[in-house]
């Protein structure tokens, strides 16, 4: 505490305070009799909640009006205001720039247009009157007046003259600076040398025409040629305490030649002027020199022997971890760290990632997740025993210190004695702590120094309290584990009481509540609490609240004690149980499928807001995993905060294979909360688990619970957490990736070899422990269906036979026999054969069926009635004598544009067909890429296809296509843009789409393809490939997904794309209405081609339905864009049509 905030301590006469605990707020009412300026009252409201806690709303104001403030004080609070909502740009003004019409109306000279501005924009003057009228309820005019000063310089003159001088300039290329310790290359590439030290972008003043020099890396690059010869050469900048941008203009290819060189990731120097930039409205800095500098800020880890991080989140921990795995990973390779796990929270979504990033880096990954540990079922009697509800209950209530039960002291203890659900008896001791009551625990409690000055200790207390008691064993408390707790740590218990939780038995019974806190439960039951947080105000509390719950159990049949807990497990409900991140590494290929299964399951049939892993399902598919006891959320970290026993501990302890401790400023909110005193206490904690880990022979390892990269990313996590309403959002622990030293100096409190190993000696026991484990499996596994290549060969052949004749013209048959021996030795024609059945039962319904993308490239796909393109050369078949004639000469790209003609064998009509596609489009020049058939059904009949594939293919092997919903640039610019608002703080363009760069990517929620089918061959298992889920885990769309995005596995096994579209449909509807066939329709037809130049044959005019074309109502060309290709394009032919079709839709 500061001389000056202890003598504003000193003077302070507080009348009333106000707090509320629920909404985090606390009002505080002083006496008039004493004056205190705004600043400080600032720095009370400051001290104050470093007593409560950051996120508290303090206000501090004067309970009676003030009649009148010394103009001296008016003046004081109003500069101290203004550089509070300004900072440095309105240094400038001072007491001279304050003038008084009277004692209560005054005017603000500015001379600054920019400052004032920004006091306008952001209603300054309205800010100020607010302040003084809420804290001393004093009226006060304010009024603002600007008055330049002649400073301002001629922005086309400054502009030329930059270009001028960045022009003129021919200062050599490069230039080395020779240093023994360190050897940096600088490359001047405009103006000169740059020798001046850098001043921090967040430390820059927006004022016009000052002279800064930055450093810092570049982000994006622009450059545009102006007019002949004149360049803009535009770049962002990040030193990571701000970013900014920097413009230069350049006269001369080869000048600009010089800057072309740099890349984003280099680092610069920059030397130029503040200037406003009239098009991104905004202060940018006009460059005079830039110099490039080779010296990348690269972290390293140079101990001899590495370390391994066990506990790494990356952007799959939905909008919480914030970097790419990828980042992560290769960071450590760098290290020379032999591996890195991967344990994002409840999933395994970035094991694809993962793996790729294996291959790519050379480093070992150690796959897992931090799981959500549960027990089977609610606990809500602890040590349940045979007594009837009727007979005697002691519900009890505690006033404390503070939350923790191991430092924190008993001062209150108040109790209630039921009988008949009748209360027969009370109690109440104050306790002397022996320590000072901490001054938020006085304002909550009202319960002084004074007060229990002369009262009995804990021990006598405590007996006092067990008198009491008597021969009663069923205790009962709202909360019951903390009261709970508090008491086991001040008792040598003989033997553990039952114990019933108001709390949780209240969950249970009163459904969908949003509050379940003592004054709620009492408010919406119409109890009485006088006194809330005085022991016997709330035990007797309690105690109502329990008679009402019993009275709902024994409306249920309920009559005993120990019925309670079975009864509610009978339900299985995971609404109300207590979780518990755990640590899940993979230890072999056994232990990647049992973890498959263990993440389906708590996705499918545990999701309770999050995926849930009930403690008895782990333990069903526990071989081959590595389990961890996490974080502070951890069971072991839990047990020991709340005051468990040694013996308690030791039973935690042996259901893991190592403990986990991490770096006490991971866990300072603790501290912060008031659970705990010190960060000593966080290092006790650290010191009993290692004692523990020793005791129960089972490694501890130090892990940093990673989750961004380096510290300076730790306001990304920010921003996203601030989105979505996290109160300690701007509490960011050091969560970054540490070096083996960094990690080895956060336990500096421990001897040399104990930090050893549980920084690098454990860790890395692990990570030996653990094969190379492969996420996805190589190669290709199609479904299976018997017979399917001969029964491909037979549909095509006889297909080819009937349109072509036999024998089959060489180039019909060459075509075929190529294709199929492709597909079938690459063992595709599983697929043909699924898309055929599906074609064939959707005509056989009436629907036709759109084939998209390449599939029109495969001549077995026209033959096996897929689609009804054809992609042999444009050729002339007569249907009655077979006879054929082929066009190869390239004069026509379709046959329906050649000339109509008859048969010269049989004198018939020529039908003509023919796209010229080669087959490669569509499975690759070596014949083995993975077809993607894609079909468009209508939309009844597309639900109708993926039953079928279902039926065809049977349960367990159809799953939908899973899609991964990532922070889109939009919502990520959202994200940035409300939380800087909140903070009143405008950023730059540059630092705003910086920050939205990093956001994009997170993952926030997951989907499923609009119609991808992923089919698992009869061989395999779904989780030989990926868990399974629901999609954005909703249980009642009622379809399963591939938990890894289809992407990931698309390639491995075989997706199916059955899309649904309006066309199929609203061509069957103009069957139905016309009685005419589409198939009928000739693609030939110039009437129908005319309709994609004029709208003339439809008997309308362009002004009459606004459109130059009659195409307004064709799927595909109706859109504006597309049906501005046809006026610009004016095609004639079938195949133009194609072309255009073919570009609209073209990447």
């Known amino acids: 505490m500061t001389d000056e905030v202890n003598k504003t301590l000193n003077k302070s006469q507080i009348i009333k305070i106000n707090l509320n605990h629920t909404d985090r707020e606390m009002d505080i009412f002083i006496s008039r009799d004493v ?98 009228n809420s804290l001393y309820k004093y009226k006060l005019a304010l009024t603002l007046i600007l008055q330049e000063k002649e400073c301002h310089m001629d922005l086309s003159k400054e502009l030329e003259k930059i270009i001028r001088e960045t022009s003129l300039s021919d200062t050599p290329v490069t230039k080395q600076k020779n240093n023994k310790k360190k050897k940096i290359v600088e490359d001047v590439l405009l103006g000169k040398k740059i020798n001046d030290t850098p001043v921090d972008i967040n430390d820059l003043d927006e004022a016009e025409g000052l002279e800064y020099s930055i450093k810092g890396e570049i982000l994006n690059i622009t450059v545009r040629e102006i ?47 503040i200037m406003f930039d009239s098009f991104s409205k905004e202060y940018l800095i006009m460059a005079q020199s830039i110099n490039q500098l080779h010296e990348k800020q690269i972290i390293r880890d140079l101990s001899e022997e590495k370390r391994v991080e066990l506990h790494v989140h990356s952007k799959m921990s939905a909008l919480d971890g914030i970097s790419d795995f990828d980042k992560i990973a290769k960071r450590a390779k760098e ?102 009551i901490p001054y938020t625990i006085t304002q909550i409690t009202g319960i002084t120094n004074q007060d229990v000055k002369d009262a009995p200790d804990i021990k006598h207390s405590m007996r006092a309290f067990l008198d009491f008691i008597g021969d009663c064993e069923v205790l009962c408390a709202h909360n019951a584990n903390f009261d709970y707790s508090f008491l086991r740590n001040n008792l040598d218990l003989k033997k ?139 069971e072991l970290f839990t047990a020991i905060l709340s005051g468990a026993s040694d013996d308690e501990l030791d039973k935690i302890a042996q259901q893991y294979d190592f403990l986990e401790i991490q770096p006490a400023a991971n866990n300072m909110n603790l501290v912060k909360g008031g659970l705990l005193k010190s960060e000593k206490d966080l290092k006790e904690i650290n010191k009993k688990i290692i004692a523990l880990g020793d005791r129960n022979n089972k490694l501890v390892c130090a ?93 095509t052949t006889l297909n ?56 029109g490239s495969s001549f077995a796909a026209t033959m096996s009635n897929i689609t009804e393109v054809n992609p042999l050369p444009p050729h002339y078949i007569c249907p009655n004598c077979k006879h054929s004639q082929f066009v190869t000469d390239g004069s026509y790209s379709s046959g329906v544009d050649l000339p109509s003609k008859l048969c010269p064998q049989c004198g018939g009509d020529y039908t003509k067909d023919g796209h010229d596609i080669p087959f490669e489009v569509f499975l690759g020049f070596e014949g083995d890429k993975e077809p993607d058939i894609d079909l468009n059904f209508a939309a009844k009949e597309q639900i109708e296809a993926m039953r079928y594939t279902e039926d065809l293919f049977g349960e367990g092997y159809v799953y939908r296509a899973g899609t991964i919903g990532t922070i889109a640039s939009k919502t990520a610019y959202g994200f940035v843009k409300n939380f800087f608002d909140d903070k009143d703080i405008r950023l730059r363009n540059a630092e705003t789409n910086r920050l939205v760069a990093y956001c994009t990517g997170v993952k926030r929620t997951t989907g499923q393809h609009p119609g991808g089918v992923m089919i698992v061959p009869k061989n395999k298992e779904i989780y030989d490939f990926t868990p399974i889920q629901y999609p954005a885990n909703n249980r009642k769309s009622g379809v399963k997904t591939t938990h890894f995005d289809y992407h990931s596995i698309s390639g491995r096994i075989l997706k199916l794309d059955i899309l649904g579209h309006d066309t199929p449909t609203i061509i069957k509807m103009l069957e139905d209405m016309t009685g005419f066939k589409s198939s009928d329709v000739p693609l030939d037809d110039k009437s129908t081609l005319s309709l994609f130049d004029s709208p003339k044959v439809l008997g309308v005019d362009c002004e009459d339905i606004g459109c130059e074309t009659g195409t307004l109502g064709i799927p595909e060309f109706g859109t504006g864009f597309v049906r501005q290709m046809l006026t610009d394009t004016k095609p004639k032919t079938f195949s133009d049509l194609v072309r255009i079709s073919g570009l609209s839709h073209g990447e």
């Open 227 to 273: 007019k002949q010869d004149l360049y803009l050469f535009q770049m962002d900048v990040t030193d990571y305490t701000n970013s900014i941008s920097v413009k230069v203009f350049i006269r001369g290819e080869d000048k600009i030649n010089k800057l072309k060189i740099l890349q984003v990731g280099d680092v610069v120097m920059v030397k130029g002027k």
């Open 800 to 855: 080819a036979l009937k349109m072509y004749g036999n024998p089959l013209p060489k180039i019909v048959e060459e075509r075929l026999e190529r294709e199929l021996h492709s597909i079938i030795s690459n063992g595709y024609a599983v697929m043909y054969i699924i898309a055929s059945k599906l074609v064939e039962k959707s005509l056989k319904d009436g629907y036709i069926v759109g084939s998209r993308g390449s599939v």
């Open 496 to 634: 553990e009481f039952c114990v019933i939780d108001t709390l949780d038995l209240s969950r249970y019974l009163l459904k969908k509540r949003k509050s379940y806190k003592l004054s709620k439960l009492c408010k919406d039951l119409g109890i009485t609490l006088e006194n809330h947080h005085r022991a016997s105000d709330d035990a007797l509390a309690a105690a109502g609240i329990l008679v009402i719950l019993i009275k709902m159990l024994q409306s249920k049949g309920l009559e005993n004690i120990i019925e309670v807990n079975t009864s509610i497990g009978e339900e299985k409900s995971i609404t109300n149980v207590k979780t518990f991140h755990i640590i899940v590494l993979v230890k072999n290929q056994i232990g990647l499928k049992n973890l498959y299964k263990l993440v389906s399951e708590s996705h499918l049939n545990y999701f309770y807001k999050k995926p849930l892993l009930p403690r008895s399902v782990l333990n069903q598919f526990r071989e081959g995993l590595i389990l961890g006891t996490a974080c502070q959320s951890g």
């Open 703 to 795: 892990t940093g619970d990673v989750h961004f990269l380096d510290k300076k990313d730790s306001i990304v996590r920010e921003i996203l957490m601030t989105g979505q309403g996290y109160d300690d959002a701007d509490d960011q622990p050091s969560i970054y990736f540490k070096t083996t030293a960094d990690m080895m100096a956060e336990f500096e409190y421990l001897d040399e070899s104990t930090r050893y190993n549980v920084v690098i000696k454990n860790p890395n026991i692990i990570a030996d422990m653990i094969e190379a484990i492969q996420p996805i499996p190589d190669g290709v596994y199609p479904p299976i269906i018997e017979g399917a290549d001969a029964s491909l060969r037979e549909i």
């Open 335 to 436: 290290w020379g760290h032999k591996a890195i796990a991967l344990t994002d929270h409840g999933v395994l979504q970035g094991f694809p990632e993962a793996m790729n990033t294996a291959r790519k880096h050379g480093i070992k990954i150690l796959y897992g997740m931090e799981g959500y540990l549960c027990e089977d079922g609610v606990e809500i009697i602890r040590n349940p025993i045979d007594q009837d509800f009727n007979d005697e209950i002691v519900v009890f209530d505690l006033e404390t210190t503070g939350l923790s039960p191991i430092n924190d002291r008993i001062i209150e203890i108040g109790a209630v004695k039921l009988k008949n659900l009748e209360v027969i008896d009370t109690f109440n001791i104050m306790v002397n702590p022996q320590i000072d």
């Open 35 to 132: 004056f205190y300026t705004i600043k400080e009252i600032d720095d009370l409201v400051q001290w104050h909640k470093s007593k409560l806690g950051f996120d508290y709303e303090v206000q501090i104001s004067y309970q009676d009006k003030i009649e009148k403030i010394s103009r001296e004080s008016i003046v004081s609070g109003i500069l101290y205001l203004l550089r509070k909502f300004h900072n440095s740009l309105a240094r400038e003004i001072d007491e001279d720039c304050i003038s008084f019409i009277d004692d209560r109306e005054v005017s603000i000279i500015v001379n600054n247009r920019i400052l004032y501005e920004k006091m306008i924009q952001s209603h300054t003057d309205q800010k100020i009157k607010k302040i003084f």
